[in-house]
């Protein structure tokens, strides 16, 4: 067995039983602990155990490794770390619980994400404690218009139960239900009228996630039909079909596009990485000596290739390695070497930065706000 996959194993059934401790725990050694939520309660500790280690097998990888771990230090660095960390926190709310990158791209595919993220948060909110038995309901003694909320098994607060609060929390999984059906409509529309989009799509990365929030939800509202309207005509048939699909759901969580939600909060640890890259020392290129990256990116990168088995350093060159090279001069040093290779010859021009050495290459078109990174495409910032 390799050492990352008893590792993730281990963070795995770490993490597990702390769950199945916390919910012995949180429901007073399971007295207030659903019997009939059993199937939901092993199907969340599979996914636990599936997602954490996934989770730690993607964090093994030596590119995903070392933009955590210098996504951490950028934090905790000072002086940077509190300004950085409003920063941070600041582009948590905004890209991660508001989706601005997303708006940025299209509006729509931005209102999309929107509803179905805070349709599943408000789900998950409400589902998962009852679950577990970390809160529940009891009327109060002596007053039975208001109802008790137990969290952990501590008493939290009182409502009416004829209150408007009242209403919109006891159907708080309706909201959420109407927002995810709003966003996966929207996704559909997109798949199907989008050429580029399905060019590329998937049936199990991109419809599956889409038809089982469809599915749970749309169960969900007729769970709620039944015993609102109906009398409870239907409601055990009903109530399987949901069970079952919440339950594939969870078991879908660790092996689907569902794992990207927990993959997305990283990236602002590498953003931030970046960010305080290029306020440090800048590499300069050894071929025209224009500073073209942060040191610490490039000595990073040389670094995780060699991890990967890659090694591209020059022999006999000043130049030392080809990531000591700025992008523009390693398309001209390319161009050159096709060039004397039509003409028969062998070699190529000295990449070090003394007199002799060309200039950086300068593009007509500077390819500002053309690129995928924005005003970096133009600044050359990436290696």
């Given at each position: 067995m390799k050492r990352e996959v008893f590792r993730s194993g281990a963070w795995g059934l770490g993490v597990t039983s702390v769950l199945a401790l916390l919910i012995v725990v949180g429901s007073r050694n399971l007295a207030h602990f659903d019997a009939a939520l059993v199937a939901y309660t092993f199907s969340l500790l599979f996914a636990?155990?599936?997602?954490?280690?996934?989770?730690?097998?993607?964090?093994?990888?030596?590119?995903?490794?070392?933009?955590?771990?210098?996504?951490?230090?950028?934090?905790?660095?000072?002086?940077?770390?509190?300004?950085?960390?409003?920063?941070?926190?600041?582009?948590?709310?905004?890209?991660?619980?508001?989706?601005?990158?997303?708006?940025?791209?299209?509006?729509?595919?931005?209102?999309?994400?929107?509803?179905?993220m805070w349709g599943c948060i408000l789900a998950v909110a409400i589902t998962f404690p009852l679950v577990f038995g970390w809160l529940h309901f009891r009327p109060v003694a002596g007053d039975l218009s208001?109802?008790?909320?137990?969290?952990?098994?501590?008493?939290?607060?009182?409502?009416?139960?004829?209150?408007?609060?009242?209403?919109?929390?006891?159907?708080?999984?309706?909201?959420?239900?109407?927002?995810?059906?709003?966003?996966?409509?929207?996704?559909?529309?997109?798949?199907?009228?989008?050429?580029?989009?399905?060019?590329?799509?998937?049936?199990?990365?991109?419809?599956?996630?889409?038809?089982?929030?469809?599915?749970?939800?749309?169960?969900?509202?007729?769970?709620?039909?039944?015993?609102?309207?109906?009398?409870?005509?239907?409601?055990?048939?009903?109530?399987?079909?949901?069970?079952?699909t919440v339950i594939a759901t969870f078991i879908w969580l660790p092996f689907g596009k569902f794992f990207h939600v927990f993959q997305r909060p990283a990236q602002f640890g590498a953003g931030l990485y970046r960010s305080v890259s290029i306020s440090g020392d800048q590499a300069s290129c050894r071929r025209c000596g224009h500073a073209f990256s942060s040191r610490a990116h490039v000595l990073d990168l040389i670094e995780v290739e060699r991890q990967l088995g890659y090694r591209y350093d020059i022999e006999g060159s000043e130049a030392e390695h080809y990531q000591w090279i700025c992008p523009p001069c390693r398309r001209a040093t390319f161009a050159a070497a096709q060039s004397r290779a039509w003409r028969g010859h062998r070699g190529g021009e000295p990449l070090t930065a003394d007199r002799r050495s060309p200039p950086m290459p300068v593009y007509v078109n500077s390819g500002l706000g053309q690129g995928p990174l924005g005003e970096e495409d133009a600044k050359n910032r990436h290696a």
């Amino acid at each position: 067995m390799k050492r990352e996959v008893f590792r993730s194993g281990a963070w795995g059934l770490g993490v597990t039983s702390v769950l199945a401790l916390l919910i012995v725990v949180g429901s007073r050694n399971l007295a207030h602990f659903d019997a009939a939520l059993v199937a939901y309660t092993f199907s969340l500790l599979f996914a636990t155990f599936g997602l954490t280690y996934r989770y730690s097998m993607w964090l093994s990888r030596p590119p995903t490794a070392m933009f955590w771990r210098r996504g951490w230090q950028a934090l905790l660095r000072r002086p940077w770390g509190q300004g950085h960390a409003r920063a941070w926190l600041s582009g948590m709310a905004l890209d991660l619980l508001a989706n601005r990158f997303l708006f940025r791209r299209d509006r729509l595919r931005g209102w999309t994400h929107l509803l179905i993220m805070w349709g599943c948060i408000l789900a998950v909110a409400i589902t998962f404690p009852l679950v577990f038995g970390w809160l529940h309901f009891r009327p109060v003694a002596g007053d039975l218009s208001l109802y008790q909320v137990v969290v952990f098994g501590f008493p939290a607060f009182r409502f009416p139960h004829d209150s408007a609060f009242a209403f919109f929390l006891f159907h708080g999984l309706v909201w959420a239900s109407l927002l995810v059906i709003a966003g996966v409509m929207l996704a559909v529309r997109r798949r199907l009228r989008d050429g580029g989009a399905g060019a590329v799509q998937r049936f199990a990365e991109d419809f599956m996630p889409l038809i089982l929030l469809f599915a749970v939800s749309v169960t969900g509202l007729m769970l709620t039909a039944s015993y609102t309207w109906m009398k409870g005509y239907g409601f055990t048939f009903v109530s399987i079909l949901h069970a079952v699909t919440v339950i594939a759901t969870f078991i879908w969580l660790p092996f689907g596009k569902f794992f990207h939600v927990f993959q997305r909060p990283a990236q602002f640890g590498a953003g931030l990485y970046r960010s305080v890259s290029i306020s440090g020392d800048q590499a300069s290129c050894r071929r025209c000596g224009h500073a073209f990256s942060s040191r610490a990116h490039v000595l990073d990168l040389i670094e995780v290739e060699r991890q990967l088995g890659y090694r591209y350093d020059i022999e006999g060159s000043e130049a030392e390695h080809y990531q000591w090279i700025c992008p523009p001069c390693r398309r001209a040093t390319f161009a050159a070497a096709q060039s004397r290779a039509w003409r028969g010859h062998r070699g190529g021009e000295p990449l070090t930065a003394d007199r002799r050495s060309p200039p950086m290459p300068v593009y007509v078109n500077s390819g500002l706000g053309q690129g995928p990174l924005g005003e970096e495409d133009a600044k050359n910032r990436h290696a």
